[in-house]
């Protein structure tokens, strides 16, 4: 299994073949996280660090398992506490840290880019958590291996992405691994919120979300993300679950089997149903967090191979 990458920071760079490299050796991961004794030393006497400039639950809780299950020593600094808030440049932080001599870097950011420029100044393997609007790509991994365990495969599917896109890095990440898995995808949701070019990428926009969905064997919805607008995107929220909100009603257009997710965290009643979040018969939202664990296990152990073997 070959994994030509010194860093994670986009699924941009990824072959079909890096995308099935990591999903294979995920799934190895899933069967180790589900016994009671979890642990393997593929990390042992690597350091990693987890530096988040923006909330997160889930993908930081997942990151910090992962790299413990793999016997790293792992640290999360805690950014709202750090010297960023008396003015020192991410640049400098990282710097910083660098001296200490870590060997995998998991960063979130909010600016677009400023996790690619970090990964430029350091020694170590930089996987991009999450970088504004742009990418998220373990995020597309995990909801990549959750589809193909839903449907048996990854290709030829008929994948519907919905609501707010324009301020979706896993919208965009899954966008771009969906496309080069050969899927066909569409983006559903008001125009305010799914950016003209996104057509570019090769998918179908639909603003009707009932005419969207037909025949559709993944439904992913994405969460408002009213702390990246900054005026009227949408008329009023419940106009918009009204319209874009995903309840039984609206996944009855859909394939009888079509699955439902979400990356978390969701806003219900706002672009999904609660009950329809929880009903496990439709919804795969729990395991793609499950999935997520395994995904960021396998990523880190690709890269730290290529650290081992460039020592
Ligand atoms: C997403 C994120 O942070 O981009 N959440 C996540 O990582 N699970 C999506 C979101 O915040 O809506």
Partial sequence: MSFAHRHLLGIEQLSPADITAILDLAETYVDLNRQSAKHSDVLSGLTQINMFFENSTRTQASFELAGKRLGADVMNMSMQASSIKKGETLIDTAMTLNAMHPDLLVVRHP?????????????????????????????ALLDALTIRRAKGRLHRLNIAICGDIAHSRVARSNLILLGKMENRIRLIGPPTLVPAQFAAFGAEVYDDMREGLKDVDVVMMLRLQKERMDGGFIPSEREYYHRYGLDREKLGLAKADAI????????????????????????????????????????????????????
């Fill in 111 to 139: 600016h677009s880019g400023a996790v690619d420029l970090l990964a430029q100044k350091v020694n170590c393997a930089v996987l991009n958590a999450g970088d504004g609007r742009h990418e998220h790509p373990t995020q």
């Fill in 260 to 311: 439902v997710m979400h990356p978390g965290p969701m806003n219900r009643g706002v672009e999904i149903d609660g009950t329809l979040a929880d009903d496990i018969n439709r919804s795969v939202i729990q395991e793609q967090v499950e999935m997520g664990v395994a995904v960021r296990m396998a990523a880190m152990e690709l890269l730290a191979r290529n650290l081992r073997g460039a020592a």
